[in-house]
């Protein structure tokens, strides 16, 4: 078990590019989970998968945002034509059932 | 619809003295509770978890929590704080699928020598 892992860990970009972020998690999980937290705050829900069927999105993920869990394995957080507000923690979790396991986290900083 | 809300944005303790951090939860049904914690610079760690089987629940480095649905609340306490346990902590909601997680603002727990 060696754990949910992002890459990367850290992204610089400047307004109005493109960025991919990617989480590999837990090889056995067949949920996995984005989250969005800005500082000071707990991290906010985006999006669930059940293998690679996205299940649920948050009215926070603008059409700007598309996840992706190809064959229900690792998964993909594109954000288009970045805004300055999209600066934050990009979290993904992953769970059997109830338990989520969390990677370190992307932090987007969008200059 | 479903809810949480950790009563403290900060916490003060000394070393050695108990910790209480307190969270209330709103949900039309049974929901699951858990409590996680975020060091600096580390993912977030789960302590504990409620998912409607003992009421007080144990978890790891000494913390525990108790359900209390007449009141609404899960909070966390831990008898003795320790320099190490100085992080953010945060309550969190589940439906009863484990599917939509809601995150309280989290608690800073703050421990003094």
């Known amino acids: 078990d060696t754990g949910v892992s992002q890459d990367p860990r850290h992204k610089i970009t400047k307004r109005g590019q493109n960025v991919t972020f990617r989480c590999d998690p837990i090889?056995?999980?067949?949920?996995l989970y984005w989250y969005r937290q800005t500082l000071g705050q707990g991290p906010e829900f985006l999006t669930y998968?059940?293998?690679?069927?996205?299940?649920?999105k948050s009215r926070l993920l603008s059409d700007r945002f598309s996840a992706e869990r190809p064959k229900g394995s690792f998964s993909t957080l594109e954000i288009q034509r970045t805004e300055q507000g999209d600066s934050a923690m990009y979290l993904c979790?992953?769970?059997?059932?109830?338990?989520?396991?969390f990677g370190p986290g992307t932090r987007l900083t969008v200059t | 619809a479903q809810s949480v809300t950790q009563l403290d944005s900060h916490v003060s303790v000394s070393e050695g003295t108990p910790v209480l951090l307190r969270c209330n939860y709103s949900?039309?049904?049974?929901?699951?509770l858990f409590w996680y914690v975020q060091h600096p610079n580390k993912g977030l760690q789960l302590l504990l978890k409620?998912?409607?089987?003992?009421?007080l629940v144990k978890g790891i480095n000494g913390f525990e929590a108790e359900f209390k649905k007449s009141e609404t609340s899960f909070h966390l306490t831990k008898p003795s704080a320790h320099m190490s346990d100085a992080a953010e902590y945060f309550c969190v909601v589940s439906d009863q699928g484990g599917f939509k997680t809601i995150f309280g603002a989290g608690t800073r727990l703050f421990v003094k020598a």
């Open positions: 979790a992953s769970s059997l059932y109830y338990e989520q396991y």
């Open positions: 409620y998912t409607s089987a003992a009421t």
């Open positions: 998968f059940q293998n690679e069927a996205q299940l649920e």
């Open positions: 949900s039309s049904y049974s929901p699951s």
């Open positions: 090889s056995e999980h067949n949920r």
